[in-house]
C-alpha cells in the first residue's frame, strides 16, 4: 500500500492565496466543462447489497433501468433512468421512502466545450536533436523545453537516483488511452505498460479503454509515458498504468460511469488514482464522486484530481471530484512560477484549503492520441505530474509531493499538512503544528509567516460573486492586507526523533469589508539548519458565510405557455394542468368556461430556474397555500379562487409550513451559478394533486453552516400567485 504524508513536502505554491492573476480564458481541451442535472435520473446509496437488489427489482418493476449496479465496500447502491415521465414522480417520491436508502442525488451530465489551440502531432523535439538528453544528463536549452516539469520539480534527480515508479499501479479515470501509442507501451493488457483498465463511456467497445478524445491519452503521457526513440519521458515511466474511459469521443459524460470508473480502479488494486476530469464549481466536499474519493483516500490510496481551469468564475469554484476531503487538488504554473491563467479558485464551501498544491501545467509536453507529442495548457496536466511524482517517492521513502528531491529526503515532520481557520462566526482560537526531527542530527528550527493578497469574493454588491477578475484588496499592495500570525513559539532545537508543538492563531486584516467575504490566507514557513523550507498554508474568511446572501432578488424565473406562447408567469394568473395521471378529478367538471387566447391563462405545467449566487447545502421548492381572493373574476369559476385545502395535508417541515414540495426536491449540496430547474404538474405527494386554489412556490435555500431545524437559517425568494386547476374543470376541454 502506497502511503501519503503530504506533510512531508516543501509546498512551492498552494491556496487561493497566489491565484491572483485575472482574465477571460478558453478551456484548452479540460473536461471541466459545463454540467446540469438529469431529473429523470438518479444515482442512490444503499445502507448493504441486500438493499441494492431490493431496489433494482423495485426500479426494473417499475419499467425503469438500472443504468450502472456498485457493489464497492466504498460505495453500494445503483442509478437509474426513469421510464414513463408520467409517472416518474411517484417513482421516485416511493423510491426515495424505501428503507435502506442512505443518499438520492439527481444525476450531474458533464457536457465539454472546448477550444483547441494546440498543435495536434507537433513533435516535442527532432528525435536526434544536439542537446537533448537521457536520464543520465543534465539540462540544454532544447531539453529545458521539452522537459522542464521534470527541471522545475526535480523529478529528474530521482530519475537519476533510479526511482521512476517501478511497482506502483496508477489508474487514469478519464477519456482512456490510446495504449497503442510507441510512448505508452503500444498494447493493453497484461505484460503491457498500460496492463489494466475498461470503459464506462456511452460509446466504444466494453472492457476496451482506448481513447478517441484525446485528453486521457495525454494525462497518460505525461504521468508515465516513455520512448526512448523519440526522447519522451513521463514522470513514473516504470509504473503499471490503468485506465478506466468515463467521456466518450465528445469528452461527454455522467456522474454514475464516472463513479462506476473510480469504484473499479480501488478494485482492480490501484494504489494511486488520478482523474483530470470532473464538474467545474462543484465545490462541495458532500457530492457523490468527491465524497467516493475521500473515501478511497482515508482507505491508504492517494486521490489526485485538477483543480479546474475556470480562473473567471471567481473564488470557491473548485472542480470535484478535487474538492473532496482528502483528495489531493492540483493548481498550474508557468515556467515563470506565474499562476497559470488555467487555475480555478478554491477554497470549498466549508472552507477546506483548495488548491492543496500547484505544479507546471502550461505548455506542457503531452502524448497525443495519433501516435504523435504536442504542448498543452490546464490543471488537466498537472495532476498527474503530481501523481507521477506521488509514486516516484512512494518508490524512494513512501511519501511526498511536488518537489519530488526535497520530499524523498525530507528530515522534517510537519502536522497537519494545513490550517483552516473557518470564518468569523466559526474561526478557531489557535491551531496546534507538530514538528518532528526525522534527521539524525540535531536541527534548529526558525518560524516565520509569509501572507499573501486578501481577496473579496463578492463584488461590490456584496451579493454577485466576484467574476471576471480576482482582485487584492490593496491593489499593489497585498501584502498589507494580510492576516497577523501569532506562534506560541517561532524558535526551538529538536534532537532526532523528537518533536514539538506549535500553536498558530490568526488575526484577520483590518480595514476589509467583511460584507464581501474577503478570504485571506498565506504560509507559516519553517525553516530548519540544514537549509530546508517547509511551508504550511493557511487560510480563513472575514465576514459570516451563514449571514452572507445566498439569492438576489431576481433569482427564481417562473414560466409556462399562455396563447402559444412560452413566457414569464405574471400575479395572480390561472393554471390549466393536464389532469392527474392517478385518476384524480380535482374540483367539479365542466364548471368552467375556457378562454384559450387570454394571456393571463396558462396551459400544461409550471417551469421553474433557480439561480444561486452562493452554494447551499439545501434547497427545497414548497408548495404553499395562498388565502382567497377577496373578489372573484368572471372568467374562472370561484372555487379556483378559494382554498379547498384540508389541514391534513398541511406539512411541517424544518419549521416551514406547506402542502409538500415539487417533484425532484430537496436538492443537496447544490453549485453557485448553476441551473436548478423545476417543472410543477400540480402534484405535491406521491400520487397526489393539489385541490383547485391559489398557490405560489417559494424556493428555499439553506445558508451555509446554516442550521436546517432554524427558519431564521433559510432564505427565500417567491413566485408569483397562481390559481390552480385541470383540464376537466372545463366546459368542451
Not at 373578489?631 to 382554498?643: G, I, L, R, W
Amino acid at each position: 500500500m502506497v502511503c501519503l504524508a503530504l506533510s512531508t513536502l516543501a509546498l512551492l505554491l498552494a491556496t487561493t492565496a497566489v491565484a491572483t492573476a485575472s482574465g477571460s480564458v478558453a478551456n484548452n481541451n479540460s473536461t471541466e466543462a459545463n454540467h446540469d442535472s438529469n431529473y429523470q435520473a438518479y444515482i442512490f446509496e444503499c445502507e448493504s447489497d441486500r438493499y441494492t437488489e431490493l431496489l433494482a427489482n423495485v426500479v426494473e418493476g417499475k419499467g425503469c433501468q438500472v443504468r450502472h449496479k456498485f457493489d464497492s465496500k466504498v460505495f453500494r447502491g445503483l442509478s437509474m433512468q426513469l421510464g414513463n415521465s408520467t409517472t416518474s414522480d411517484n417513482t421516485v417520491a416511493e423510491i426515495k421512502a424505501m428503507k435502506g436508502i442512505r443518499g438520492m442525488w439527481p444525476l450531474k451530465i458533464l457536457k465539454h466545450h472546448t477550444i483547441q489551440d494546440k498543435v495536434e502531432n507537433q513533435p516535442v523535439h527532432k528525435p536526434k536533436e544536439e542537446g537533448w538528453r537521457g536520464l543520465d544528463q543534465r539540462a540544454a536549452d532544447t531539453a529545458y523545453q521539452s522537459r522542464w516539469t521534470h527541471l522545475m520539480t526535480n523529478v529528474d534527480k530521482l530519475h537519476n537516483k533510479g526511482f521512476t515508479g517501478n511497482g506502483i499501479k496508477i489508474a487514469v479515470v478519464d477519456s482512456g488511452v490510446n495504449y497503442t501509442h510507441p510512448a505508452l507501451g503500444g498494447c493493453f493488457g497484461k505484460g503491457c505498460r498500460v496492463a489494466f483498465g475498461d470503459n464506462f463511456s456511452s460509446d466504444g467497445k466494453k472492457g476496451d479503454p482506448m481513447d478517441c478524445y484525446d485528453h486521457g491519452t495525454e494525462v497518460a503521457g505525461i504521468l508515465g509515458g516513455h520512448s526512448a526513440n523519440d526522447s519522451f519521458i513521463g514522470a513514473a515511466p516504470n509504473a503499471t498504468l490503468m485506465a478506466y474511459r468515463v467521456l466518450d469521443c465528445n469528452g461527454d459524460g455522467t456522474e454514475d460511469s464516472l463513479i462506476a470508473g473510480w469504484l473499479r480502479a480501488e478494485k482492480d488494486g490501484a494504489q494511486i488514482i488520478i482523474t483530470s476530469s470532473g464538474f467545474q464549481g462543484e465545490n462541495w466536499a458532500q457530492r457523490p464522486l468527491a465524497m467516493i474519493a475521500s473515501r478511497i483516500s482515508a482507505g491508504g490510496v492517494p486521490c489526485i484530481g485538477s483543480l479546474g481551469n475556470s480562473q473567471e468564475k471567481g473564488l470557491f469554484y473548485a472542480m470535484s471530484p478535487g474538492s473532496g476531503d482528502g483528495v489531493i487538488a492540483v493548481n498550474s504554473f508557468s515556467s515563470s512560477y506565474e499562476i497559470s491563467e488555467l487555475s480555478a479558485h478554491g477554497p470549498t464551501w466549508d472552507l477546506g484549503i483548495k488548491p492543496n498544491v500547484v505544479v507546471p501545467g502550461q505548455g506542457v509536453p503531452v502524448t497525443t492520441k495519433r501516435g504523435g507529442y504536442g504542448f498543452d495548457s490546464g490543471t488537466s496536466f498537472a495532476g498527474p505530474l503530481v501523481a507521477g511524482i506521488v509514486a516516484l517517492v512512494a518508490e524512494a521513502r513512501g511519501g511526498g509531493l511536488v518537489d519530488a528531491w526535497r520530499a524523498a529526503d525530507a528530515t522534517t515532520l510537519v502536522e497537519p499538512a494545513s490550517l483552516a481557520f473557518n470564518d468569523t462566526d466559526h474561526r478557531a482560537a489557535s491551531i496546534s503544528l507538530k514538528i518532528t526531527n526525522q534527521a539524525k542530527y540535531d536541527m534548529t528550527y526558525q518560524l516565520s509567516n509569509l501572507t499573501a493578497a486578501t481577496l473579496y469574493t463578492l463584488d461590490g454588491s456584496a451579493i454577485t460573486p466576484s467574476e471576471k477578475e480576482v482582485r487584492s484588496t490593496i491593489e499593489g499592495e497585498p501584502n498589507q492586507s494580510g492576516a497577523v500570525i501569532k506562534l506560541s513559539r517561532n524558535s526551538f532545537t529538536l534532537g532526532p526523533g523528537q518533536s514539538a508543538t506549535v500553536d498558530v492563531s490568526a488575526v484577520e486584516p483590518s480595514g476589509l469589508d467583511s460584507a464581501r467575504l474577503p478570504l485571506w490566507s498565506g504560509w507559516v514557513v519553517i525553516s530548519g539548519s540544514d537549509g530546508s523550507n517547509l511551508t504550511v498554508p493557511y487560510l480563513g474568511l472575514s465576514g459570516s458565510l451563514r449571514s452572507a446572501a445566498v439569492m438576489g432578488h431576481d433569482a427564481l424565473s417562473v414560466r409556462s405557455f399562455s396563447y402559444k406562447n412560452f413566457k414569464t408567469i405574471q400575479k395572480n394568473s390561472t393554471f390549466i394542468f393536464l389532469d392527474p395521471v392517478s385518476g384524480q378529478k380535482p374540483g367539479r367538471p365542466a364548471s368552467m368556461e375556457m378562454f384559450t387566447d387570454d394571456e393571463d391563462i396558462y396551459h400544461g405545467n409550471v417551469f421553474l430556474t433557480l439561480r444561486l449566487a452562493l452554494a447551499s447545502p439545501q434547497v427545497r421548492m414548497d408548495i404553499d397555500i395562498c388565502p382567497p381572493e377577496n373578489t372573484t373574476t368572471q372568467k374562472v369559476s370561484p372555487d379556483v379562487s378559494m382554498n379547498c385545502v384540508p389541514g391534513s395535508i398541511v406539512i411541517d417541515s424544518y419549521g416551514i409550513r406547506s402542502i409538500g414540495q415539487i417533484a425532484g426536491f430537496p436538492q443537496y449540496y447544490v453549485s453557485r451559478n448553476k441551473p436548478i430547474r423545476g417543472e410543477w404538474d400540480g402534484s405535491f405527494s406521491k400520487g397526489r394533486y393539489v385541490p383547485l386554489g391559489r398557490y405560489k412556490i417559494v424556493a428555499r435555500a439553506l445558508a451555509i453552516f446554516g442550521d436546517a431545524n432554524n427558519v431564521s437559517h433559510w432564505q427565500t425568494i417567491e413566485s408569483p400567485i397562481l390559481s390552480a386547476s385541470y383540464l376537466h374543470n372545463y366546459i368542451d376541454a
